[in-house]
T-cell receptor, first 115, second 114 residues
Framework: EPEVTQTPSHQVTQMGQEVILRCVPI?????FYWYRQILGQKVEFLVS????????KSEIFDDQFSVERPDGSNFTLKIRSTKLEDSAMYFC?????????????FGSGTQLSVL | RKEVEQDPGPFNVPEGATVAFNCTYS??????FFWYRQDCRKEPKLLMS???SGNEDGRFTAQLNRASQYISLLIRDSKLSDSATYLC???????????????FGTGTRLKVLA
């Protein structure tokens, strides 16, 4: 069964460093997303991406964040100058449509720890 | 009012019990509704979509009441393996770009006891 893959599974970085989180969405999906989940809190929307551009972003997704689809398969989230509060699990997702509407499928996440 | 609201629980139930979770949402224009399951420190996994007519998948039944902006999930004959957090997810059209956005509830923790 096709799945969304994310690398790395864990990333430890120093405050102020840049990190790039990588995702390979399911191949025939057209909409891509990044979500994050701080430990013990709810899953929060960061950004959606369609047709090679951002379609929606949350207030969390400020200038510190950027997304890119550098080729036909990868979808990346870059966090510049990481802060302690960026520590969270970051989930990539892609979506498909059927009679129930659009459905999200998640990758297994990247646990980011900012020290 | 929160966009998607759930009782965080935990719900501790014995094996074999029937348990029900509720969820309310604030945006009356929301289009699609889902229940996801999340195990500890894992990704959310789609459990089932929720249709206006109600739908059933084995031991799981989901219902939607658009008038009350309310979604429910019923689990019959609970198994130990049902222990997880159940996330209510609503797909709503955004006011800015007109695209859709998934909003997650905080989740309801279920623990099924032997």
């Amino acid at each position: 069964e096709p799945e969304v893959t994310q690398t790395p599974s864990h990333q430890v970085t120093q405050m102020g460093q840049e990190v790039i989180l990588r995702c390979v969405p399911i191949s025939n999906h057209l909409y891509f997303y990044w979500y994050r989940q701080i430990l013990g809190q709810k899953v929060e929307f960061l950004v959606s991406f369609y047709n090679n551009e951002i379609s929606e972003k949350s207030e969390i997704f400020d200038d510190q964040f950027s997304v890119e689809r550098p080729d036909g398969s990868n979808f990346t989230l870059k966090i510049r100058s990481t802060k302690l509060e960026d520590s969270a699990m970051y989930f990539c997702a892609s979506s498909d449509w059927d009679r129930g509407g659009e459905k999200l499928f998640f990758g297994s996440g990247t646990q980011l720890s900012v020290l | 009012r929160k966009e998607v609201e759930q009782d965080p629980g935990p719900f501790n139930v014995p094996e074999g019990a029937t348990v029900a979770f509720n969820c309310t949402y604030s945006n009356s224009a929301s289009q699609s509704f889902f229940w996801y399951r999340q195990d500890c420190r894992k990704e959310p996994k789609l459990l089932m979509s929720v249709y206006s007519s109600g739908n059933e998948d084995g031991r799981f039944t989901a219902q939607l009441n658009r008038a009350s902006q309310y979604i429910s999930l019923l689990i019959r004959d609970s198994k130990l393996s049902d222990s997880a957090t159940y996330l209510c997810v609503v797909n709503s059209k955004t006011s800015t770009s007109g695209t859709y956005k998934y909003i997650f509830g905080t989740g309801t923790r279920l623990k099924v006891l032997a």
